[in-house]
């Protein structure tokens, strides 16, 4: 299986298409299932063809598709005062895709710089972060494999150890131009390595001390995959500016920016905008998403089969030589081992399970979060299976 020249190179692509979904599984075109362990990376929280997904695509489909932010949108008000409604922030900014959200975050510290008489506002991010593939957001990320190449990369980030309160401390008393923190409570791409809750309650009263934003990258952890709506609902305070998207829309592309207090007036009319956010069908499908989240305890089932995946990971691959760790919050797992193993990426697709490897030698899990108890035991026995000859 190849693929045509005529697509850009920008993906190593593994040997399979799949021409059906149902639930947490996929099949192929021999009609070979898959326990679609990875959710198109944190993507379909729902699983596939899920009812509520398809009747309000379909219902938008034969309506309205597109009109533009020149005219008022039912749809995206009723998700924006239903999101706000979840998480208690105040307002939103909707775009279609997470480094969009994360530009816009960016954008509103700056704004918010400037307005205190800054000219050359910073923003704190993190080693291993990962923000996204636009200039501002390879620039925020902590990787320099996506950001070689593409020099001059953007100004105004000053760089932290993850979760070291202790050097963030440091930092903040040596820059008075710093703005803000832009900080994912769960680094996915760069290994599942979850903040410690004092490093995350430190980072919120260092803001709070230092008149900086608190800004969560909750592209990845946010819609229910670490069992709360938002991973900062684990904690008894709101971040400033949130940004999120991919389990928003379950597949179809949408992203949002929420502000809170002091960054939700930030923006006024011509500060930012985006032909296609919040159209009325990214909007009525997100509504359904969001819907179906809280509202059929899916949001729940993640905490608790999140649990139950760890508990049998911890149970299964506690002992073994070579799992340095295992680590999860929600149904965001990964498994470190003690060496690479991009490997067990193909010999798991041969066994008909989708699982990915970050970091060069962390398993990462992400099954929709739908999974059923049956469903987790036969995704803990396929990981079981892989493992057996690992050494
Ligand atoms: N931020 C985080 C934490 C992510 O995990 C990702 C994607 O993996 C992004 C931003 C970028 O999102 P997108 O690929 O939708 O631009």
């Known amino acids: 299986m190849s693929t045509s020249t005529a697509i850009m190179n920008t993906y190593a692509r593994l040997p399979v298409e799949f021409s059906r979904g149902q639930g947490i599984w996929l099949y192929d075109q021999h009609n070979k299932a898959y326990l679609d362990a990875l959710s198109g990376i944190a993507v379909c929280g729902l699983g596939h063809a899920h009812p509520a997904v398809t009747e309000a695509i379909c219902r938008q489909a034969g309506q309205l598709l597109h009109t533009s932010n020149l005219y008022h949108i039912s749809s995206q008000q009723r998700l924006a005062e239903r ?12 775009c279609n895709s997470g480094a969009e959200a994360n530009e816009a975050a960016i954008k509103m510290a700056r704004l918010f710089g400037h307005k205190k008489g800054i000219d050359i506002p910073n923003i704190l991010v993190f080693d291993h972060a990962f923000h996204g593939r636009t200039l501002a957001t390879l620039s925020a990320s902590g990787n320099r494999k996506i950001q070689a190449g593409f020099e001059p990369l953007t100004k105004g980030f000053v760089r932290a150890p993850y979760d070291d309160l202790a050097a963030v401390e440091t930092i903040a008393k040596n820059n008075p131009n710093i703005v803000a923190v832009l900080v994912e409570p769960v680094q996915g791409e760069g290994g599942v390595h979850i903040a410690s809750a004092a490093f995350l309650d430190g980072l919120r009263r260092l803001c709070d001390e230092h008149d900086w934003l608190l800004m969560l990258d909750e592209v990845q952890t946010g819609n229910g995959r670490t069992g709360q709506y938002f991973a900062f609902q684990h904690h008894d305070w709101l971040p400033d500016v949130l940004s999120t998207a991919k389990g928003l829309g379950n597949g179809i592309p949408v992203g949002a920016t929420f502000a809170h207090g002091k960054a939700a007036g930030l923006f006024g009319p011509g500060n930012h905008g985006s ?7 990214a909007t009525s499908v997100a509504l359904a998403t969001v819907t179906t989240l809280v509202d059929d305890g899916v949001v729940a089932n993640a905490a608790q089969m999140g649990d139950y995946l760890l508990k049998g990971l911890q149970q299964r691959l506690g002992d073994k030589p070579f799992v340095r ?9 990964g498994i470190e081992l003690n060496r690479d193993c991009g490997e067990l990426v193909g010999k798991a697709l041969e ?3 989708l699982i990915n490897v970050t970091a060069g030698s962390v398993i990462r899990l992400l099954p929709p979060l739908i999974i059923s108890t049956d469903e987790a035991d036969q995704l803990l026995d396929g990981i079981d299976r892989l493992l057996s000859d690992f050494s």
Do not use: E, K, W, Y
């Open 83 to 94: 999101l706000c409604a979840i998480s208690g922030m105040d307002n939103v900014f909707f």
């Open 275 to 281: 032909t296609f956010g919040g159209n009325p069908f």
């Open 325 to 333: 760790q295992i680590r999860g919050h929600g149904l965001m797992l």
């Open 351 to 353: 066994q008909g399970l």
